[in-house]
């Protein structure tokens, strides 16, 4: 079983093709978390995978709680990986993900880093499509080296490229305590089609008026409203308007 989030489908276009060449299932956290499911059985010998996305150096929030609820069935020690996905730096991704799984008495067997598009473009400018493909397409490359890393079942870490490890805490741990609404904005471009409100994972946007509005004080800045607009509509910040929109060119998101 594969357990992934994604907001923008570079870790669901990861799971899904770690999926495909280990003949397992990818499993959306999103959709769990959807139907209040946090308990799983996982067959004896069957590896279990996570896949995710760095956020400011660490787990995403939404990860993060799937991963504090989840209740695991399993007979003997299961083979346990983590496929971060990020731009630059993965940070302490792979150290929170050890210590949430701990707490369930579960070991982090491995940990592999890919390369993907970075979607926090208020920093990083996604606007060069043939960059951004090239990336891509060096990632699936990745994939499959990890899907034979896996299928041997190798432990360690393999290409997580962390950074500077006490920086990236004092970063996420910042991070965390903000995560403010505040810089998004909405342009008169918007068509009113509610796809922002609909699919937010943190619930935060409501429509008023056939515009969308940010009805929490925080959320979990996955970016997804902004890179799913039709319309290029939303934006955080000054910058997000030149740096463009990414979503995985393979996957459906949302
Ligand atoms: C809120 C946010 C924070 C991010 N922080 C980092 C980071 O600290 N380091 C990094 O290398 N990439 C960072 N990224 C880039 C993502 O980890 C990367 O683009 C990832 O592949 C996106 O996955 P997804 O398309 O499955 O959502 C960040 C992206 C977002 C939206
Ligand atoms: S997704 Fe874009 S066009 Fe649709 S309601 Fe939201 S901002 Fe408007
Ligand atoms: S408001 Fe936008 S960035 Fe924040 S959680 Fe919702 S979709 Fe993600």
């Given at each position: 079983?594969?357990?992934y989030?994604?907001?923008?489908?570079?870790?669901?276009?990861?799971?899904?093709?770690?999926?495909?060449a280990?003949?397992?299932?990818?499993?959306?956290?999103?959709?769990?978390?959807?139907?209040?499911?946090?308990?799983?059985?996982?067959?004896?010998?069957?590896?279990l995978?996570l896949?995710?996305?760095?956020?400011?150096?660490?787990?995403?929030?939404?990860?993060?709680?799937?991963?504090?609820?989840?209740?695991?069935?399993?007979?003997?020690?299961?083979?346990?990986?983590?496929?971060?996905?990020?731009?630059n730096?993965s940070?302490?991704t792979?150290?929170?993900t050890a210590?949430?799984?701990?707490?369930?008495?579960?070991?982090?067997a491995?940990?592999?880093?890919?390369?993907?598009?970075?979607?926090?473009?208020?920093?990083?400018?996604?606007?060069?499509r043939?960059?951004?493909?090239?990336?891509?397409?060096?990632?699936?490359?990745?994939?499959?080296d990890?899907?034979?890393?896996?299928?041997?079942?190798?432990e360690?870490s393999?290409?997580?490229?962390?950074?500077?490890?006490?920086?990236?805490r004092?970063i996420?741990?910042?991070?965390?305590?903000g995560?403010?609404t505040?810089?998004?904005?909405?342009?008169?471009a918007?068509i009113?089609?509610?796809?922002?409100?609909?699919?937010?994972?943190?619930?935060?946007?409501?429509?008023?008026?056939?515009?969308?509005?940010?009805?929490?004080?925080?959320c979990?800045q996955?970016?997804?409203?902004l890179?799913?607009?039709?319309?290029?509509?939303?934006?955080?910040?000054?910058?997000?308007?030149?740096h463009?929109?990414?979503?995985?060119?393979?996957?459906?998101?949302?």
């Amino acid at each position: 079983m594969i357990f992934y989030y994604s907001a923008t489908g570079n870790s669901r276009h990861a799971a899904k093709r770690l999926a495909a060449a280990l003949d397992d299932t990818a499993v959306s956290v999103l959709d769990c978390r959807a139907e209040s499911r946090t308990s799983f059985a996982l067959p004896a010998g069957e590896p279990l995978g996570l896949v995710t996305p760095t956020y400011f150096m660490g787990l995403p929030t939404l990860m993060s709680d799937f991963l504090d609820a989840l209740e695991l069935d399993v007979e003997g020690e299961p083979y346990v990986y983590l496929v971060a996905t990020f731009g630059n730096f993965s940070g302490t991704t792979r150290a929170m993900t050890a210590k949430a799984l701990k707490r369930h008495g579960i070991r982090l067997a491995a940990a592999f880093g890919v390369r993907m598009v970075d979607t926090w473009t208020p920093w990083f400018d996604v606007s060069d499509r043939e960059r951004a493909l090239r990336i891509t397409r060096e990632a699936d490359t990745r994939i499959d080296d990890i899907a034979a890393r896996i299928r041997r079942r190798e432990e360690g870490s393999y290409r997580l490229r962390t950074g500077p490890l006490l920086e990236a805490r004092a970063i996420h741990a910042l991070w965390r305590r903000g995560r403010s609404t505040a810089p998004f904005s909405v342009s008169d471009a918007c068509i009113g089609c509610g796809r922002c409100a609909r699919e937010c994972p943190s619930d935060a946007i409501r429509m008023s008026e056939g515009m969308p509005v940010w009805a929490s004080s925080t959320c979990a800045q996955c970016l997804g409203c902004l890179h799913r607009c039709p319309v290029f509509a939303i934006q955080r910040g000054p910058r997000t308007k030149r740096h463009g929109q990414w979503t995985h060119p393979g996957e459906r998101v949302g």
